[in-house]
């Protein structure tokens, strides 16, 4: 879908080439010859991008973005005044009261769509919704810093941990932000009696060991490996900064993190009232959709049951014996410490 920009600009000559520049580019223009016309069009389009000049009869550019911020119906929409070098003295005033750029005069064609690609990709960036997982996590960090996965992760710190080895342990004081390079991990806590609940699930490429560091407490749960991992450790401190420098990402990572919590209710509601079966088979398939890969013909994961068990939220005993109903129905094979998800489809629509 086109996008619509409006043009504010006295000037006739800088007006129709800026306008026919962005036509070639395949935006949509508006174009006002003074702000008082602006603000009519803003109105009356609803453009994506609105680019103004500063100096202009009727009502200048400071009145046109004045306004724009003051109307509900158009606030929020990327603001980038047009200024000739000799007004730049002035240009703070514009930017204090929310331009999202400027350009000077004389401009290319390729800084002008430059800066329009620049605001438009960010609005888009502001307006996606993050899954509340930790590729949720892992995108947004991406789309915020500026970097690929690859340069996010570059040179850091990686470290080898065996299966079944802590990385951090309930009740730590955070300093790092984790990320698996390599291998499956898991979070979980435990009560008095020794019992626990699986609480995270977490693959090559995700990002763990966050909530600490936003909450700037104590771990809630601990982590550890399911198969032998290599982990990459980022300091907190740059993590840190990227909220602290950067209002929208603190305000996408709160999100991130309330749906988190409904997940989490969720997921208790699920073991209080599920049947065993469904609680069983609802894991199997969260394995699945979490380990499995598109290339699999069929899903199959080495795990302890007792890990399985704690993921499940039952006793070791009935997720055994669980299991042995599923293989003899032909859900699931059974190789050892392997399961191999036969019907993923059956498991999915497994009745309470």
């Known amino acids: 879908m086109k996008q619509r920009i409006l043009l504010i600009e006295d000037n006739n000559d800088i ?3 800026t306008a026919e520049i ?3 580019s395949n935006y949509i ?17 609803k453009p994506d991008l609105i680019i103004c000049d500063i100096m202009m009869p009727v009502l200048d550019g400071y009145g046109v973005l004045h306004l724009i911020s003051k109307n509900e119906s158009l606030a929020g929409i990327p603001f980038i005044f047009l200024t000739a ?9 514009g930017m204090e009261m929310g331009a999202d750029d400027y350009i000077t ?3 290319t064609d390729i800084e002008l769509l430059n800066a329009i690609d620049s605001r438009l990709r960010k609005v888009n960036v502001l307006k996606k919704e993050y899954s509340s997982d930790p590729e949720g996590l892992q995108e947004m960090i991406n789309e915020f810093a500026g970097k690929t996965l690859d340069q996010f992760t570059a040179n850091r710190d990686e470290n ?8 951090y342990m309930e009740g730590n004081h955070p300093y790092k932000l984790f990320f698996v390079k390599q291998g499956k991990v898991k979070t979980f ?11 995270g699930l977490f693959a090559e490429g995700d990002f763990f060991g966050y909530t600490a560091l936003l909450e700037e407490s104590v771990y809630k749960e601990t982590a550890e490996t399911i198969d032998e991992s290599i982990i990459i450790d980022i300091p ?11 209002s929208d990402v603190s305000g996408k990572i709160i999100k991130i993190l309330s749906r988190n919590i409904t997940e989490k209710e969720q997921q208790l509601l699920n073991i209080a009232y599920n049947s065993l079966r469904k609680r069983v088979a609802t894991s199997l398939v969260t394995l699945m959709k979490k380990y499995g890969k598109d290339t699999d013909e069929k899903f199959s994961i080495n795990l302890s049951r007792e890990d399985l068990a704690n993921i499940a939220g039952t006793a070791t005993e009935s997720l055994i014996r669980t299991l042995s109903d599923f293989k003899t129905e032909k859900l699931i094979d059974i190789q050892g410490s392997r399961i191999v998800v036969l019907n993923e489809k059956k498991l999915t629509g497994m009745l309470n």
Do not use: C, H, M, W
Request: charged content about 35%.
């Open 15 to 17: 007006r129709e080439n």
């Open 105 to 107: 005069k004389p401009f």
């Open 22 to 24: 962005l036509e070639l």
């Open 29 to 45: 223009v508006d174009t006002a010859e003074n702000g008082k016309v602006g603000i009519e069009r803003a109105l009356s389009q």
């Open 236 to 246: 907190a401190g740059e993590f840190q900064e990227l909220l602290s420098s950067n």
């Open 160 to 167: 080898i941990y065996k299966r079944k080895q802590v990385i």
């Open 85 to 93: 070098k000799s007004e730049r003295t002035d240009l703070r005033r």
């Open 189 to 199: 806590i435990s009560n008095d009696d020794g019992k626990v609940l699986t609480t």
